[in-house]
C-alpha cells in the first residue's frame, strides 16, 4: 500500500504519475527502451522535454519573453548561479532575510559581491514568527536585483505578498512553485529545486526573463551561465533526463486536475484543515503568526517533547510518515505539498486527535 508521505523533500508524487512511470518503464511508447537509456538529443526525447516545457508554460501562464531551464545542482547552486549571473556591473544586490533557506542564499551570494541583508523575520507582539512592513526595509537604490525565498520550508514561513520593487525581483520559490497562481511577469527571475512540488531530485527549474541574460560574469562556468543554457534548450551538457520526463508527467497530472488554481482550492482547504485542528488543541502549537504561515510546510510542537519519539513511531504504524522536523529546529513538520491529498491530510489530523487525547 501507499502510506501518506509528509516529507519536505524529496516529497511525495502523485500515485498515478508513478503508475504512468512505471506502465512505460521498460518499453517507452513501443520504442522497446525506458526514457532514461535515450539520447538526450533523440526526436523522442526532445520531444519529451519540450511537451514538458509547454505545459508547464500553460500551468504557470509563462509569457514568451521569458526562459524556461531545466537544470541541474538544486536550488543550492542557484545561490552562486545567480550572483555570479546577475550581479552585473554594480556588484550589488538586496537580500530579505526572513528563515535558513534565504541565509543560505545570501551567504553564497556574499562571495561574489556587495550584499545588503534586509532583515525582515521577526517576532510580532504574541512571540510568533512574522515578515516585517516592507516599509520598513532598507532596500538599496542601485542594486542590480532583490532575492527573496517565498516560503520558508524548514520555519514554515510564508509571504503572503510579493514584494515590491523597481529592480528585477528574484525568487526561490521552491516549495512553493504549483502550489498557488503567481503573476510571473512581477519577476526577473524564479528558481525552485524539483524534488518539493514539482518532481524528483536531480532537476531545478529556472524561469528567466530574457534582458537579464547578458550580463554575466566573464569567469563564470558556462554549464552556470543561463544564456548559455537558454541557447541550448539546457543541453549544454546531459541534462537529468529521467528526472525532466517525469516532471512532465507531473505537469500533465496537475492539468488533468484543473490546474495551479485548482491545486490552489484544495491546497487552502488542506492547510485550513490542519492549521485549525492545531489551533483549537491545547496540544499542538504552530509558532507562525497567521498571516504568514506557509501552506505547504506546517512546523508543529507538541505540548509533551518527550513524547514526539512516541507520536513518530505511532504515525510512521498509521502510515503517516516522515513528521520529524528539520534536524535543525527540531518539532515536528508535515509537509503537505499539491500531491499530499485531501484526505492524508484528515488522516493526520484524526491520529493527531487521537494521539493527544491518550496522551493529554
Ligand atoms: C529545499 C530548498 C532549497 C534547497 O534545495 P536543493 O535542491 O536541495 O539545493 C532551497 N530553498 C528552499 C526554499 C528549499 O525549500
Redesign the pocket.
Known amino acids: 500500500m501507499r502510506a501518506y508521505n509528509f516529507c519536505?523533500?524529496p516529497a511525495a508524487l502523485p500515485t498515478a504519475v508513478l503508475e504512468k512511470a512505471q506502465a512505460e518503464m521498460l518499453d517507452w511508447q513501443g520504442k522497446g527502451l525506458s526514457i532514461m537509456e535515450m539520447s538526450h538529443r533523440s526526436a523522442d526525447y526532445v520531444a519529451v522535454a519540450e511537451k514538458a516545457e509547454a505545459d508547464l508554460r500553460k500551468l504557470m501562464n509563462i509569457p514568451d519573453n521569458y526562459k524556461v531551464l531545466f537544470l541541474q545542482?538544486?536550488?543550492?547552486?542557484q545561490f552562486s548561479a545567480i550572483p555570479l549571473n546577475l550581479l552585473g556591473k554594480n556588484n550589488k544586490a538586496d537580500y530579505i532575510h526572513t528563515g535558513i533557506?534565504s541565509e543560505?542564499?545570501l551567504k553564497e551570494a556574499k562571495r561574489y559581491g556587495d550584499i545588503n541583508v534586509v532583515e525582515a523575520g521577526i517576532q510580532d507582539q504574541d512571540g510568533k514568527l512574522a515578515i516585517s512592513e516592507p516599509s520598513t526595509w532598507n532596500l538599496s537604490k542601485d542594486a542590480a536585483y532583490v532575492h527573496y525565498?517565498?516560503?520558508?520550508?524548514?520555519g514554515g514561513l510564508q509571504f503572503n505578498h510579493i514584494p515590491e520593487t523597481d529592480k528585477p525581483l528574484v525568487a526561490?520559490?521552491?516549495?512553493s512553485i504549483l502550489a498557488a497562481p503567481i503573476d510571473v511577469t512581477k519577476f526577473g527571475l524564479i528558481y525552485a529545486?524539483?524534488?518539493?512540488n514539482i518532481g524528483p531530485?536531480g532537476l531545478?527549474l529556472v524561469i528567466i526573463r530574457d534582458d537579464l541574460l547578458g550580463q554575466a560574469m566573464d569567469s563564470i562556468p558556462s554549464i552556470l551561465k543561463y544564456a548559455d543554457q537558454a541557447k541550448n534548450d539546457s543541453m549544454v551538457n546531459t541534462p537529468s533526463t529521467y528526472a525532466w520526463y517525469l516532471s512532465g508527467l507531473v505537469f500533465e497530472w496537475l492539468l488533468e486536475q484543473g490546474g495551479v488554481e485548482a491545486m490552489h482550492q484544495v491546497n487552502l482547504a488542506k492547510a485550513e484543515l490542519l492549521y485549525g485542528y492545531i489551533d483549537a488543541s491545547d496540544f499542538y502549537a504552530n509558532p507562525i503568526a497567521k498571516e504568514y504561515r506557509s501552506i505547504m510546510n506546517v512546523p508543529f510542537t507538541l505540548a509533551k517533547p518527550e513524547l514526539e519519539k512516541q507520536f513518530l513511531a505511532e504515525a510512521e504504524a498509521k502510515h503517516l510518515l516522515n513528521l520529524a522536523g528539520h534536524r535543525s529546529v527540531g518539532g515536528m513538520r508535515a509537509s503537505i505539498y499539491n500531491a499530499v491529498p485531501l484526505e492524508g491530510v484528515q488522516a493526520l489530523v484524526n491520529f493527531m486527535d487521537d494521539f493527544a487525547k491518550r496522551n493529554a
Open positions: 519536505a523533500g545542482g538544486g536550488a543550492s547552486l533557506w543560505k542564499a525565498a517565498d516560503n520558508e520550508t524548514i526561490d520559490l521552491s516549495s529545486g524539483a524534488q518539493k531530485a531545478t
